[in-house]
């Protein structure tokens, strides 16, 4: 099946244990008090699809997300998350029953993703995911507030989002990306 089966967490926000979520092929709920890390889990995928915005995920610069301490526990040099699909049916075009996809960041601002444990570019990751519908930008992520700024978005933004349903946006990344060569 398609699913997501562990979200692995370490140094990400109030990630400051290392913390593995098992899912199952089906819904997973994510319970808790206010402030202890909901909606950090669901930045942290975010993030780890390739997400290059800060604000977006509540901070100022990137490195805000590493774990910055608290008073028992000392701030963390970095922040790390991987994400494992299954991938038994091959959606995703590796011959892995398995893929994990991850992301590193360093206090110097450094970052390094993962494929499967191989370094790889941020475009390998953003290209993987191209029209499986689960992309940092797709409508596979909901979180407050986005049903409304689709809503008010511009016909060009709205536009994205029915070429990731329709399956051509990987067309046009590869097209732009042949034209910058
Ligand atoms: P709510 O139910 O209110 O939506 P939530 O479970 O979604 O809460 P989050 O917003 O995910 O909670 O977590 C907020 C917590 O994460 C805050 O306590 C904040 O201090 C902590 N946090 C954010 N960034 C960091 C960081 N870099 N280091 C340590 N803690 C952090
Ligand atoms: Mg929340």
């Not at 244990?17 to 098992?22: F, M, N």
């Not at 669901?42 to 590493?66: P, T």
């Not at 699909?85 to 450094?110: A, Y």
């Not at 995911?129 to 809503?151: C, M, P, V």
Request: glycine content about 10%; some cysteine.
């Amino acid at each position: 099946a398609r699913y997501l089966k562990t979200i692995e967490l370490d140094g990400f926000k109030s990630f400051g244990v290392k913390t593995a979520i098992e899912c199952v092929d089906g819904i997973t709920g994510i319970v808790g008090a206010n402030g202890s890390g909901k909606s950090n889990v669901i930045e942290a995928i975010k993030w780890v699809l390739g997400e290059q915005s800060a604000k977006s995920l509540r901070g100022e610069k990137m490195e805000d997300i590493i774990f910055n301490g608290t008073h028992s526990r000392s701030p963390k040099s970095m922040a790390e998350v991987t994400l494992t699909f299954d991938n038994t049916n091959k959606w995703l075009p590796l011959d892995f029953e398995e893929v994990s996809i991850g992301r590193r960041i360093f206090r110097s601002g450094e970052g390094q993703y993962f494929i499967n444990k191989s370094r790889v570019r941020l475009k390998d990751v953003v290209e993987l995911f191209l029209d499986t519908g689960i992309g940092r930008d797709s409508y596979a992520i909901f979180e407050q507030g986005k049903i409304d700024r689709l809503l008010s978005e511009s016909p060009e933004e709205r536009r994205y989002l029915f070429e990731e349903f329709a399956g051509i946006s990987k067309f046009k990344f590869r097209r732009e990306e042949a034209e910058k060569k």
